[in-house]
């Protein structure tokens, strides 16, 4: 456990002598900022008389809970989108030097296996991006929960939703990394499946003009690779406080990421450093 819990210590303090934590901390913080000045809220007796928004003014005959509600849907989108971009590019680089000569050398004369030594890693990564994003998200929530009374605690609920995505979509970092030590390559082919899942949410309306034989690679392809643009659909759900019918894209998402972080840890585990 030991050895662990080192690995994961130092990939947390790498990631911030790269100034990683630093560049998403100032980021994260300045949206906060944003978010505090650019929403002005007039509640009296727990009614909205006013509203300023993003510069944007109304007046009267607005509902408090829909407009809460629907800020914090659109803040939740953009934080996934750009919030996962962002620390996808901080972090990827991380990973590649990992595995670099002398780097990796240093690390498996120690008495730690290969296995504990690729969890540390991703675990320190992610760690460290639960921080962020509890930081980032939790700050929106409290922030239009204390200007606007309305205490929304299912938009808490999209924090997980947004770690998980990133924990999947940085497994194809590990997967890519393991075999080609590339980092250029690997955030590549990570965000060409981000950009390919813009065609993939869009399913059921491709499929409709399709051959049987494409329809079927078609409907492959949507099976097997991350739907990263649907579960956009999820995160707003949360953030409104609206059911989620159907749950598939995340679930098939993470699916995916497993099989990532296992085919990558075999490859880190076989590998001739």
Request: include cysteine; charge should be positive.
């Amino acid at each position: 456990m030991l050895p662990f819990l080192g690995m994961l210590q130092l990939t947390v303090r790498e990631l911030r002598a790269k100034k990683v934590i630093w560049g998403l901390f100032l980021i994260s913080s300045l949206v906060l900022l944003i978010v505090t000045f650019a929403l002005n809220l007039d509640v009296v007796d727990g009614t909205l008389a006013s509203a300023r928004i993003f510069g944007a003014e109304a007046t009267g005959g607005i509902d408090l809970e829909n407009l809460v509600f629907a800020v914090q849907s659109i803040v939740a989108g953009a934080a996934y989108w750009l919030g996962i971009l962002l620390a996808l590019f901080a972090s990827g680089p991380i990973f590649t030097t990992l595995l670099t000569k002398g780097h990796i050398d240093l690390l498996l004369s120690k008495p730690i296996s290969r296995t504990r030594l690729l969890t540390g890693h991703v675990g320190g990564v992610w760690l460290t991006m639960l921080g962020l994003c509890v930081y980032l998200l939790g700050g929106i929530w409290l922030i239009m929960s204390l200007k606007a009374e309305v205490w929304n605690a299912r938009f808490l609920l999209s924090i997980p939703i947004v770690l998980s995505m990133f924990g999947v979509m940085y497994g194809v970092i590990v997967a890519i990394g393991s075999f080609t030590r590339s980092t250029a390559l690997s955030l590549i082919v990570t965000y060409g499946l981000i950009v390919a899942s813009l065609g993939l949410a869009a399913v059921t309306q491709i499929t409709e003009q399709l051959g049987f034989v494409s329809k079927a690679v078609f409907l492959t392809l949507y099976h097997t690779l991350p739907n990263f643009t649907e579960v956009t659909t999820i995160v707003s759900k949360l953030s409104q406080g609206e059911p989620v019918a159907d749950w598939y894209p995340f679930l098939s998402s993470i699916l995916f990421g497993a099989a990532c972080y296992i085919i990558g840890g075999i490859k880190f585990y076989r590998r001739d450093f």
